[in-house]
């Protein structure tokens, strides 16, 4: 692989934060619970922090999944009442299940915000960290899934010819 082949490789995972993070960190939870599973079968002699740190990566993993999910439409739907509609009321409706998710989203955010903030000063027994950093992953999903929810109420604006841009 040649030097220009890696600088490419780096720039197209810069492009896609969240999909980076979401390998980064399945392959990271990935070699922590291969590493504990060696540690405690073959070397007998089990890792102290290994399930804490799995645990804390599941949680980065699932919220910046479910970011993610959002981003590229995958969450689960039932479109069976919805496609016998209108397209002027199938439009609606989109537009009615963005704003009850964002505020939802929104709502959470806030609270979850509050949340890490009530943390402060709570030390995680294994890893001696802040457990600010493991519940943080519930802000900055949320704030993710905002993000997108916005956005893609925003194409279904401009695909009705009502120009919006996110400034």
């Not at 980064?24 to 590493?35: D, N, P």
């Not at 699932?62 to 970011?67: F, N, R």
């Not at 925003?154 to 841009?165: A, D, T, W, Y």
Request: some cysteine; charged content about 15%; proline content about 2%.
């Amino acid at each position: 692989m040649t030097l220009e082949n890696i600088i490419r490789s780096l720039l197209k995972a810069l492009r896609h934060p969240l999909e980076t993070a979401v390998c980064g960190l399945l392959i990271a939870m990935t070699i922590v619970v291969f590493s504990q599973v060696i540690a405690r079968y073959i070397f007998e002699a089990p890792l102290s922090w290994s399930e804490e740190l799995a645990r804390f990566l599941l949680m980065w993993l699932s919220m910046l999944s479910a970011a993610y999910a959002f981003k590229t439409k995958s969450h689960f739907a039932l479109r069976v009442v919805v496609g016998k509609l209108s397209t002027s009321a199938q439009w609606a409706m989109a537009l009615f299940v963005h704003a009850v998710v964002a505020i939802f989203f929104a709502i959470l955010l806030f609270f979850s915000i509050l949340f890490v903030n009530g943390v402060d000063g709570h030390i995680a027994p294994a890893l001696q960290i802040s457990m600010q950093i493991p519940y943080s992953s519930i802000v900055i999903g949320c704030f993710f899934i905002l993000y997108e929810t916005l956005r893609s109420a925003l194409c279904e604006f401009n695909s009705r010819g009502i120009e919006v841009e996110l400034n």
